[in-house]
């Protein structure tokens, strides 16, 4: 290893400057018109717009579509197993606090079978940035109805229509202890994307953006009625929050300023389903993050260990007792 | 007049809540202060709080004493203390008492206003005398009121002190152990504790007409005195790991309280997780991250781990897993002892999933199998699983302080920049291992995943990354294997019988072995901590005895059973590794009893064996 000066290691720290291509992995090989696609570009321009050091950022993901998302990038990515994206980024984030860590996870991966992990993440609130790609259906699995799927839809396992009315991942987000960010995103707004993206990357603690978005394979008239109709979707926008530009304002006609510290007026917001609000829910910077509680800030050395596991075994040790050991050094210095 | 004795098992049992456990463990540590061998053995029942007075409720400690190392709990008791006599009932229909075993039986039942309770005593006292044990009627309540108001608090000193006196033990070296215990707390509870000590002690003196002494044989090294659990927690800090991730479960959880009441001072963290999938994943990602981890489970949360143990294998992150077994399967005997896990841990998760198995067969095991554990981990980039057991995790007995070395604590992961050109798996063509990339290590980025890989890790669904990646995993356990011993055998390296144990069967298999040896047996043993990959050279030594047969704490179907003969008879895990592993015909003996398999069982069935035809393994 080359030795640096501290004056060259600053200099290098300014000029480095990184390009969209310094993130882009492999070749997306989702659907074209996926969603996904939308949110991917939307991440790789924060990770550049925040100058994120592609060795110092891990996207965790579990299984699923959207899952496939740290394969696209050119950092650091673990693509676990269904359902434990959020248990895995735990567990790295503590183990390393220094690294910026995101995860990628659909709408079965969170909200069906890893929604235990999901709720518990919520309230540890360790600072993680947590996008659901929520499309509302099972891709990779082939057209299965998901705890997202509104009421009657047509799938491979519910010919005749799903029975039950659909979870709405942003209510229970929010209705669970220690939430400190909510936000939503539609795939089709990229302007809006980005800024709650980067909103939910600037926040210290759990953020969590649902990204409405669609699957044109299995579900593509889906979303229809919200696409056909700019009114249905509803900008929140406030000075703490999200501040839509002038031609975005112009497109969508329906804004509601709303206070992003406001929780209750946050849920009655997030309980209409028939519009689907757009921007900052909830945030609070406030609620302490669960790494800063539990990590010990003492630092790990042998000495340490030594001495804690001396004063541990002094105290389970039977022979010699501090008593045999006094009278033994004490007959040694008669000696 | 003093009775000079090699060696003594003593239990006292109470109701849960009245102290015997806490009277057991001390008599544990005088006998071991003044020098003894002592095996002391948790008696727990299933419930937190059972009936009082219920023959299912005894709570208490047995403790074997002896002039020698002590290696296991030996086989039945000589003299018990019992607080009422319906959990000594319950001792002897588990056939736990020795024929003619002293029993210290407290008397305040006989005249309880109760009539029911009154007549069960004196009903149960007459039948325990008329089987022939010697029963002493002790006024325990009644000389503990003269001192505490609350006989409850307080009965156990009371008979701690009796027995101090009974086997010759230094009063000295008891109130220092209420010292240990109340020293907290205020004086008061010191003195009137140091009181009722003092009393028990005076009346034994005054009114019991026996007395024992068991000769010590002082080691000479500095000794501790902790159970299987402790061992591992203490081992886990010594090994230099950080981050332990768990979910609560009987009987692995104690070795986390202790781990969190410690890990703190010295930078590391126990993580409580939701479930016992949590637990892992959180493992797993902070492993991957470069801080090797350790998750501790049993039985039905080591079930839920396999799917993500299965990624681990698949990913190549190092992982520490420990299963202190219990009786299964199912949430089955939580409190219970069983070594039921075996191939589970082999052979779990889905497909091909090679993974390290290691066993600590003593308590002083433990504390070095987790340091073991994460080296090899961490060097092979693999799971490595330490199987327990409840007999280890709730045992005590005195080992050799450890010597703590600065080389069990792992530098921490390289951080320096990747080389150009470099794969994260570019598995070596001959032992499989790989050079882990850990996030922060610049040029190092790639995707781990868990679907099949080539040597980029990219996903790759052709034949031949896939058989690559399947052969390397594979070979690493080869490659561990060239770096272990052969195991030492227990007595003649060639005889007629040798014995294979694994695990917490040790100490009762060798004493066994011992005692037949003695009387000019030509019978051995083997004991193997590693059981995946076995170690080398064992095919070699079974082919030097007649017979071979493991003991285990698992199930095999009884050779007696109708439906049961050679084709369809499943054996013990051990015995049908050995039998594929070695094609030799290794047979076995099983018990699942939910106690540790006693030696002088394991004697009775070497015993048989050796008078059955020698040279025809396999006999039953």
Known sequence: ?335 | MVVTLKEHIVEIISDSGEGAQKCGQSLGAIAAQMGNGVWTTEIIPAEIRPPARSVAGASGNRIRIGSARVQNGGDLTDLVVAFNEQVLLGRVRAKELKPGCVVLLENMWRSHADQGIAAAYAKTYERLVDAGYRVHEIPMEQECRAIVSDARRGKNMFALGMLCRLYSLDLALAADQVMATFGKKDQKIVDTNIRLLEAGHAWAGANLDFCYQIPTIRATEPQVVVNGNTALALGIVASGMEICAMYPITPATSASHELAEIFGGVGGLVHQAEDEIAAVAFAIGASYAGKCAVTITSGPGYSLKQEAIGLAVMGEIPLVVVNVQRGGPSTGQPTKTEQGDLLTAIFGSHGDAPKVVMAPATIEDCFYAVITARRIAETFNMVVVVLSDATLATSRQPFARPVFSESWMAPPADQGAVPDGARPYDWDDTTGLIRRFVPGQPGGMHTLTGLAHDRDSHVAYDADSNEQGLRARSLKLAALQQTLKPPPVFGDSTGDLLVVGWGSTKGAIEEAVASLRAEGHRVSSLHLRFLNPLPPGIKAIMQGFGQVMTVEGNWADRPGDALIDESNRRYSALAMLLRARCLIDVDCFSEVRGQPIRPGTIRRVLAERLAAVPGKAGVS
């Open chain 1, 1 to 335: 290893m080359s030795v640096v000066s501290a004056t060259e290691c600053l200099l290098q720290m300014c000029d480095e400057r990184f390009e969209l291509e310094d993130y882009q992995g492999g070749v997306p090989r989702w659907c074209s018109g996926c969603g996904d696609n939308a949110i991917l570009a939307a991440v790789q321009r924060l990770c550049r717009d925040e100058g994120l050091r592609p060795e110092k950022t891990v996207f965790v993901s579990g299984i699923g579509c959207s899952s496939r998302f740290p394969h696209y990038m050119k950092t650091y990515g673990f693509h676990g197993i269904h359902g434990r994206a959020l248990p895995i980024a735990e567990g790295v984030k503590m183990a390393r606090p220094d690294l910026t860590v995101f995860v990628n996870t659909g709408d079965g991966d969170c909200c069906s079978i890893g929604a235990a992990h999901w709720i518990h993440a919520i309230r540890y609130n360790m600072n993680l940035t947590v996008f659901l790609h929520d499309n509302q259906i099972y891709g990779l699995t082939k057209k299965q109805a998901s705890p997202t799927s509104p009421i009657g839809t047509r799938t491979n396992t519910t010919p005749r229509g799903s029975y039950l009315e659909a979870l709405n991942p942003v209510s229970v987000t929010l209705g669970v202890q220690n939430v400190s960010f909510v936000a939503q995103a539609v795939d089709w707004v990229p302007e809006a994307l980005y800024d709650i993206v980067r909103a939910a990357y600037h926040h210290k603690g759990f953020s969590f953006v649902r990204i409405v978005q669609r699957c044109p394979e299995w579900l593509p008239k889906a979303l229809d009625p919200w696409l056909h109709d700019p009114n249905r979707l509803q900008l929140l926008h406030h000075a703490d929050g999200l501040q839509p530009s002038a031609s975005l304002v112009r497109g969508y006609r329906n804004h509601l300023e709303h206070d992003p510290a406001d929780i209750n007026r946050a849920r009655e917001i997030a309980s209409d389903t028939s519009i689907i609000p757009v921007g900052i829910l909830y945030r609070n910077p406030e609620v302490p993050c669960y790494e800063d509680v539990l990590r010990s800030h003492t630092l790990r050395t042998a000495e340490l260990t030594r001495a804690r596991l001396e004063a541990e075994l002094d105290k389970h040790t039977v022979w010699p007792r501090e008593a045999d050991a006094a009278s033994a050094a004490a007959q040694q210095a008669q000696g």
